[in-house]
C-alpha cells in the first residue's frame, strides 16, 4: 500500500521526460478517416525529429505524448532560432560557431525549448515544421496541444509567492524562463501598478479625511499619477525586454494559419517568393470598425441605458410593494441580457478581424484586442458616465417622463398613483454616483476574483465528482458502456495519465483576459475615483490577492500556456494612455460639477445651474495641461539612464570591439612608438640612416616625415618654436 501511494505521487510530479502532449479525439470521425488522419499525425511529427507515445485518453480520444528524439536535434533547432534572432537584430551578439559551445555559455531555458518545440509542430511544412493546427484543415480531430504542468515547480511557486509580499526581478525570470515573456509581462506589468497603487492609497485616504470627495487636489495628483506611470511603465518594458533578449521579436513572427495572400510577389531584395495582402484592401476592410462601433455603442447603450432607467424609475419613483426586491430587477436584467449580447458582439468581432486577413498572430491579436476594448469600454464605465452626467445634471428633467418604464412594475403596483413620477420637487439621490463607483471598485472587483478562481474550481470538482459517482453506480449495476470502455492503464503509469486526461480537460490560459482586467481597473481609478478616493485603497488589496490568484489560476484551473515571446504588453498600452487622456477630461468636469456642493449633489438635477462655457473651458485647460505635463515627464525619463540600456550599450560595445579585433588582427589598444630616447648616437648609425635615405624615392611627403625621427626630436622642436616666440626674445621664463 505504501509503495503505491508514493508511485501516485512520484507520478504527480514527475512527467516522464514528456514535452507535450497532443489530445486526439475521434469521437465524431468515422474510423477509416480518424486511423488514417493519426498515422499521418505520427509520421509528420517523426519527420521533425520527435518522439512519439501514445495512450488511450478515455472519451473516444488518444493521448499522443511527444519530446526531442534526440538532445543533438533540439540543440540544432535552438541554435538555428538563436541565429535568426541575431540576424533579425534581436540578439546583439552572434552565437558562438560551434553549436555546443554556443549552448554551453548559454543554458537552455524551459520556455525556450517548449516554444521551439511548439513551433516545430505548428509551423508549416515549407518553414520546417510538421503543419499541425488543431481543430483545422486536414487536423480535423487534434483537438489540442499542451505543454505538460511541473507540479513540482508549481508547488514551491504559489508557495513562495503566497508569503512574499512583493516580487523582484528574480521571481520575474523565474516565471519568464517557465511560462515564457508573454505571461512574465503581464506580471511585471501587474507588480509595477500595484507598486504605484501605494501613492494614490495613502493621498487617497489622506484626501478623504481631510477634504472630502471630489477635490480638485486630488484630482490634479491622480491625473499626474497616470501619466507618470505610463511613462515609467514604458522604461521598464523597454528594460524588461532587453533583459530577456525579446526587444524587437515581433519583427520576426509566424505567420498566422487563418492568413490568405491574394498574390505572391519576389522579394527585390532576397528574391524569395513572398505572399502579401494588399494593405489598401486590408485598410478598406478596417474601415468596417467604424460601423461596428456605431452598432456595438447602439446595442449595448441602449441596452444599458433602459436598464438604467428601469432601475431609476424603480428607486427613485416606485412607491408600491417589494420595492427593496424589485429594485435589483436592472441588475438581473443586465446580468443575463449584456453577457448574451458581448458574446455575440464578440463572435462578430472575430468574424471581421478574420475577414481583415491578418499576417501575423501579434497583429491579429492587436486588431482583436482594440474591438474587445471598445465592448469592454462600453459595458464598465457607461453606467457611470450616465449617471455622473445625464441623471445628476438632467434628473429633474428626464425623471418625469420615465413613467414608460412602469410596466416592468405594474403587476405589483395597488393603485397607479405610485407608478407616476412627480413633475415637480423632484430631488435626485446625491449618494447614487458614490455608491455606484464603490459598486465597481469594490463589490464588482470581488465578484470577478470569485468568478475567475473560485467558482470554476467548485465546477471542476462538482464536474469529476459527478462523473465518479455515475462510474460507480454503473459498475454496480454491470452496466458497461462498450462503445467507450474506461481506458486501462499500466499500474506503474495509472496516476500519470489521469493526471494528463485532468489536465486535457481544462481550458486554455489567455493572458490577454488578465491583462483586460487590470487596464480596466486602472481606467475606474484614473476617471472616476474623484468621486471616491478609498477607491485605490480597495484596488491596492484586491491586486496582491490576484497576483496570488492568477498564479493558481494557471498553475491549477488551466492548461500551462505556450510560452510564447513578448516585448511589450502590446495593444493595451495604448488603452492605457487612452484612458490616461479619458481621466483628465471626466475628473476636471466631475470636480466642476460637484465639488461646490456640500453633499455632493453637484446641480442637483437640474442643468440651469450649470455655464456650459465654464465646464468646455475646465475640460478644455485640463485636456491641454494633460498633454504638457505628459511631454514633460517623458522627456525626464528618457534622460534618465537605466540598467538595461546600458546592458544594450554594453553588448553593442563588445561586438563592435570583437569585430574590429578580427577583422584587423590587432588589438584595439594603441600600441605606443618608440621615442628614441634609449637609442645611442654612432658613426655606424648616422650611415645607417644615410643609406636608407639614399634608397628612398625622395618624394616631397619622404623628405617631410625625416626631418624628426622620434618623438623626443619632435618635442625638442616644439620647444626650441616656443622659446623663439615666446615675449622676451627667446629668454627662458623664471
Known amino acids: 500500500m505504501a509503495s503505491t501511494h508514493a508511485s501516485k505521487g512520484h507520478a504527480l510530479h514527475e512527467n516522464y521526460g514528456v514535452d507535450y502532449v497532443i489530445s486526439f479525439r475521434f469521437s465524431t470521425t468515422d474510423q477509416v478517416r480518424a486511423e488514417a488522419q493519426f498515422e499521418k499525425l505520427v509520421h509528420a511529427l517523426a519527420n521533425v525529429g520527435l518522439a512519439t507515445e501514445a495512450r488511450d485518453g478515455g472519451n473516444s480520444s488518444v493521448l499522443l ?258 420595492k427593496s426586491v424589485l429594485v435589483f430587477l436592472p441588475t438581473g436584467l443586465l446580468t443575463t441580457l449584456v453577457p448574451t449580447l458581448s458574446t455575440f458582439l464578440t463572435q462578430f468581432a472575430t468574424r471581421l478581424t478574420d475577414y481583415e486577413n491578418w499576417e501575423t498572430e501579434d497583429s491579429y491579436q492587436a486588431a482583436m484586442t482594440q474591438k474587445i476594448f471598445v465592448l469592454n469600454f462600453i459595458t464598465s464605465y457607461l453606467p457611470i458616465f450616465l449617471t455622473a452626467f445625464v441623471y445628476v445634471p438632467f434628473g429633474s428633467l428626464i425623471v418625469p417622463y420615465l413613467d414608460v418604464f412602469s410596466l416592468t412594475v405594474k403587476p405589483f403596483a395597488e393603485d397607479e398613483k405610485q407608478l407616476r413620477a412627480p413633475k415637480a420637487g423632484f430631488e435626485i439621490n446625491p449618494a447614487r454616483l458614490r455608491k455606484q463607483v464603490i459598486y465597481f471598485t469594490v463589490t464588482a472587483q470581488v465578484v470577478n476574483l470569485a468568478m475567475e478562481v473560485i467558482v470554476p474550481y467548485i465546477k471542476r470538482k462538482g464536474f469529476r465528482k459527478m462523473e465518479e459517482t455515475k462510474s460507480k453506480r454503473a459498475t454496480k449495476r454491470g452496466i458497461t458502456n462498450s462503445a467507450n470502455p474506461p481506458p486501462v492503464d499500466h499500474p506503474e503509469e495509472a496516476a500519470f495519465l ?35 478616493p478609498l477607491a485605490a485603497i480597495s484596488f491596492l488589496i484586491n491586486d496582491w490577492i490576484e ?142 640612416q644615410a643609406r636608407r635615405e639614399s634608397l628612398m624615392h625622395q618624394r616631397p611627403e619622404d623628405r617631410f616625415w625625416g626631418r624628426q625621427r622620434y618623438a623626443h626630436e619632435t618635442a625638442e622642436i616644439g620647444v626650441g618654436i616656443i622659446r623663439k616666440g615666446a615675449p622676451g626674445g627667446g629668454k627662458k621664463s623664471q
Open 547 to 688: 497576483m496570488r490568484a492568477d498564479a493558481i489560476k494557471i498553475t491549477v484551473e488551466m492548461q500551462r500556456p505556450i510560452p510564447w515571446r513578448a516585448d511589450s504588453i502590446g495593444p493595451w498600452l495604448d488603452n492605457l494612455g487612452f484612458l490616461s487622456w479619458t481621466g483628465s477630461l471626466t475628473t476636471s468636469a466631475l470636480v466642476y460639477l460637484f465639488s461646490g456642493s456640500s453633499d455632493g449633489s453637484g446641480p442637483g438635477g437640474s442643468p440651469s445651474t450649470l455655464k456650459g462655457w465654464a465646464l468646455l473651458l475646465t475640460v478644455f485647460f485640463s485636456e491641454h495641461l494633460y498633454f504638457l505635463v505628459r511631454t514633460a515627464v517623458r522627456t525626464v525619463l528618457s534622460k534618465l539612464d537605466s540598467e538595461g540600456l546600458q546592458k544594450e550599450r554594453r553588448e553593442r560595445y563588445m561586438v563592435r570591439k570583437k569585430y574590429l579585433e578580427e577583422s584587423i588582427g590587432l588589438p584595439l589598444e594603441p600600441q605606443p612608438l618608440p621615442s628614441g630616447d634609449d637609442e645611442q648616437i654612432t658613426r655606424l648609425s648616422l650611415e645607417e
Open 65 to 322: 505524448f511527444l519530446k526531442p528524439a534526440s538532445e543533438k536535434y533540439l540543440a540544432s533547432a535552438v541554435y538555428r532560432s538563436r541565429i535568426q534572432d541575431w540576424l533579425h537584430g534581436i540578439r546583439h551578439a552572434a552565437p558562438d560557431k560551434q553549436t555546443q559551445h554556443s549552448l554551453g555559455a548559454e543554458a537552455i531555458p524551459e520556455s525556450e525549448k517548449l516554444r521551439i518545440l511548439y513551433q516545430l509542430i505548428t509551423n508549416p511544412t515549407s518553414e520546417g515544421g510538421a503543419g499541425i493546427t488543431p481543430k483545422r484543415g486536414e487536423w480535423t480531430c487534434v483537438e489540442s496541444i499542451f505543454p505538460l504542468h511541473d507540479h513540482t515547480f508549481n508547488k514551491e511557486w504559489i508557495k513562495k509567492w503566497s508569503s512574499a509580499y512583493l516580487l523582484n526581478m528574480d521571481d520575474l525570470d523565474q516565471v519568464r524562463n517557465r511560462f515564457g515573456e508573454k505571461v512574465s509581462f503581464y506580471f511585471a506589468f501587474l507588480q509595477n501598478y500595484f507598486t504605484f497603487l501605494f501613492f494614490p492609497a495613502a493621498f487617497g485616504f489622506s484626501v478623504w479625511v481631510l477634504l472630502g470627495y471630489f477635490s480638485a487636489i486630488y484630482g490634479i495628483a491622480i491625473c499626474l499619477w497616470s501619466v507618470i506611470f505610463i511613462e515609467y511603465w514604458k522604461k521598464q518594458e523597454a528594460d524588461l525586454a532587453i533583459r530577456w533578449a525579446t526587444r524587437g521579436v515581433s519583427t520576426i513572427q509566424a505567420k498566422r494559419h487563418g492568413f490568405q495572400p491574394e498574390k505572391e510577389i519576389k522579394d527585390p531584395v532576397t528574391h524569395e517568393t513572398v505572399q502579401i495582402f494588399p494593405a489598401t484592401k486590408r485598410f478598406q476592410r478596417q474601415l468596417l470598425q467604424v460601423p461596428f462601433t456605431l452598432v456595438t455603442l447602439l446595442l449595448l447603450g441602449s441596452l444599458i441605458a433602459i436598464c438604467f432607467g428601469i432601475e431609476v424609475f424603480i428607486s427613485e419613483v416606485y412607491g408600491g410593494p417589494f
Open 498 to 532: 489521469q493526471r494528463v486526461r485532468n489536465e486535457a480537460e481544462l481550458d486554455t490560459y489567455d493572458v490577454t483576459a488578465d491583462l483586460r482586467e487590470m487596464v480596466l481597473q486602472f481606467g475606474y481609478l484614473s476617471m472616476f475615483s474623484v468621486v471616491w
